[in-house]
T-cell receptor, first 111, second 112 residues
């Protein structure tokens, strides 16, 4: 079964502390994984995707096929990082673009 | 560009009533999606469309119907609303499969 698990509903850290939002997936095949973010009163938007191997707003995520994980990391959290983060897996057949989302993790960065 | 817009923003329905949620995109995207967002469950795909005139079921399609008569619009219908359909509904579109999905602002629906 195709599944995405984000084990933490809430992650609370102080400004300047490192952040790691966990994401594990279940998928038979080569996965395509994404992180989406929803800031307060804004719409959901793409943060990064694993195939781009990019760093956005200081966040990085590495696909670990052995551990079936795609954790989101940032070395020094900022207050403006406070948001809901969703890990997503492109599932189904290759031509539908369907995304399977995790349950979401709320990141709270305290001053 | 307005991007993806959703109408209405809020709605309260009584059990058994019907309604249609409208999603419109002005980016000429082929693919469109309807999700519902519930606490602790993330976003779940209701229905999707890979092009004008096509629709397909997602993860939680029961109680909903959709239509994609025009490329820019994707309608989600509730024929007989139930309290279990209380949720926030998001529409999204993408240029092609595997590309970034662009989301609308959401519709908060309460069924009493």
């Amino acid at each position: 079964a195709q599944r995405v698990t984000q084990p933490e509903k809430l992650l609370s850290v102080f400004k300047g502390a490192p952040v790691e939002l966990k994401c594990n997936y279940s998928y038979s095949g080569s996965p395509e994984l994404f992180w989406y973010v929803q800031y307060s009163r804004q719409r959901l938007q793409l943060l990064l995707r694993h195939i781009s191997r990019e760093s956005i707003k200081g966040f990085t995520a590495d696909l670990n096929k052995g551990e079936t994980s795609f954790h989101l990391k940032k070395p020094f959290a900022q207050e403006e990082d406070s948001a809901m983060y969703y890990c997503a897996l492109k599932g189904g057949s290759s031509n539908t673009g369907k995304l399977i989302f995790g349950q979401g993790t709320t990141l709270q960065v305290k001053p | 560009n307005a991007g993806v817009t959703q109408t209405p923003k809020f709605r309260v329905l009584k059990t058994g009533q019907s309604m249609t949620l409208l999603c419109a995109q002005d980016m000429n995207h082929e693919y469109m999606y309807w999700y519902r967002q519930d606490p602790g469950m993330g976003l779940r795909l209701i229905h999707y469309s890979v092009g004008e005139g096509t629709t397909a079921k997602g993860e939680v399609p029961d109680g909903y119907n959709v239509s994609r008569l025009k490329k820019q619009n994707f309608l989600l219908g509730l024929e007989s609303a139930a309290p279990s359909q209380t949720s926030v509904y998001f529409c999204a579109s993408s240029r092609s499969q595997g590309r970034e999905q662009y989301f609308g602002p959401g519709t908060r629906l309460t069924v009493t």
